[in-house]
């Protein structure tokens, strides 16, 4: 602090150096002069425009196809959300996600994507489009919920769906060690909803966590998947996903982008493919195209 600075204004300095420290345990101290005054206003920015943004449909559900690990099926597919600019511009989750987390406005904003995606399925449902499960991502602040598992059951009740057709994706880290967590998400599969282990092989992989027999798919990290082709990175995935089977798990491959990658994971009967090398995250009307596609070449065979 300066010598003639108020106390008032040093305090507000000293907070905004605190929020921008946020939940990263590796940092002891920040210093204000270091933090990035841009990206705080743009964050602040962002924050200020979240109502609206809920209220006027600003963020737009995008799906992932998966597919069986032959290609020639479409299984399901992924809801990822992308925020839409008033002029047309996207902004991708890895700049706002981490931050609603930081503040908990993620939880209202999971649940919006949750029931965006029964009412698509509903709509489908009524146009005669094969329904097939949509996985949704939950973070973890959104876990912390009481009535969490009621609210989104009510939500699947009203838009009458069967609630095979709607799962929900957890970040391995979420659960660490969290008995609440896996209790909800025992919750979650009580109702008939499909839980999937998401970027499976990232920060702690808790292999006890596989033991608690609250999921029903794994889903293996694109940080896995690049290392086919090296003779270290496939032997730890012969055993995860061999692990993963004889526990009784579905496997599903995130991030695969080559050929080479592809014709490893038939080799080790991984279960389902996600990734570049089939499709990206498309808007709704291209999705749509993708499954009337699918289907056409499904009756054809
Ligand atoms: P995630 O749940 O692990 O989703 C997969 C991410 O990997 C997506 O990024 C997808 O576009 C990307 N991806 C898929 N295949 C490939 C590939 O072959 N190569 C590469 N390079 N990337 C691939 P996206 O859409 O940017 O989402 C990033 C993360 O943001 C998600 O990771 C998820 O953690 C979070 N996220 C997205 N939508 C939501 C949401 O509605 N709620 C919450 N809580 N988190 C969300
Ligand atoms: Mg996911
Ligand atoms: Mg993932």
Redesign the pocket.
Known sequence: MKEDELVEDGYAKARLACDFAGGDHTKRYVFYRDINQAALYEDQELEERFDEALETHEFEVWY?PKYSVSGAEMVGS????RWRNKDGSLI???RF?PLFEKNGM?AR??EY?FRSVCCQQAKWKEEGYPILPVS????RASLYYSDLVEKYENIIKEYQLDARYVQI?V?ESAMEGKTDILKVLGQFRKIGVQILM??FGTGYSSLAVLNTRCFDTLKLD?SLIDHIGEEKGETLLYHVISMGKQLGLNITA????NTMQLEYLQKLHCDDI???LFAR?MPKADFEKEMKKKCEEQIRE
């Open positions: 992932q992924e809801a990822l959300v991708s989750p890895g996600i993620i904003l999971d994507m949704v991502n939950l973070s994706e970040t998401d970027d694109k995130e991030g695969v982008e996600q990734g570049f995250p």
